[in-house]
T-cell receptor, first 115, second 108 residues
């Protein structure tokens, strides 16, 4: 398995500001993923972040709004830029199984509230 | 869009088996059936996955129909801690698309 931590666990931000969320995993992994879970909703994949390449964004998500860094095999950041109240969500990162299995392991999430 | 359909909610008595159905009639030949669950305020937790054959692990059993168009997740002896939203996902390697899931309530 993989142990994933996220920082911050929660934050309250003002409209128009940006927040960077960190995701740290205890094993080296090639694939990391960022998801958004809006209040009362299911998870939506934002992007896939592979080390050494640009992140791949899903339809409806753009790099200018959600820039992602992946500097090494155990760490990634997601920035939520120019925030509005509609960005209030839980943001989760996940990783592939470091041992090559089929499952993904999820972090605890970052609960973001934008006022 | 999610490619699976699940009941919105189900109830189960503690100690009884919980059988959660899922339809994935458009599943491709190379796609797996995954089950995850999300306990309130936590990240999703992997439960089990399968391709064609039935699978069992320490958490659950997965029964996949022969035509692969539907499956059932079985929690053999549900406990109160199994109360969660259960997601059935049909996907290729690693590209998970979450649907709305089934909210399972296990009661004493």
């Amino acid at each position: 398995s993989a142990v994933i931590s996220q920082k911050p666990s929660r934050d309250i931000c003002q409209r128009g500001t940006s927040l960077t969320i960190q995701c740290q995993v205890d094993s080296q992994v090639t694939m990391m993923f960022w998801y958004r879970q809006q209040p009362g909703q299911s998870l939506t994949l934002i992007a896939t972040a592979n080390q050494g390449s640009e992140a791949t964004y899903e339809s409806g998500f753009v790099i200018d709004k959600f820039p992602i860094s992946r500097p090494n095999l155990t760490f990634s950041t997601l920035t939520v830029s120019n925030m509005s109240p509609e960005d209030s969500s839980i943001y989760l990162c996940s990783v592939e199984d470091p041992k090559g299995g089929m499952e993904q392991f999820f972090g605890p999430g970052t609960r973001l509230t934008v006022l | 869009d999610a490619k699976t359909t699940q009941p919105t909610s189900m109830d189960c008595a503690e100690g009884r088996a919980a059988n959660l159905p899922c339809n994935h009639s458009t599943i491709s030949g190379n796609e797996y059936v995954y089950w995850y669950r999300q306990i309130h305020s936590q990240g999703p937790q992997y439960i089990i996955h399968g391709l064609k054959n039935n699978e069992t692990n320490e958490m659950a059993s997965l029964i996949i129909t022969e035509d692969r168009k539907s499956s059932t997740l079985i929690l053999p002896h549900a406990t109160l801690r199994d109360t969660a939203v259960y997601y059935c996902i049909s996907a290729g390697f690693q590209k998970l698309v979450f649907g709305t899931g089934t909210r399972l309530l296990v009661s004493p």
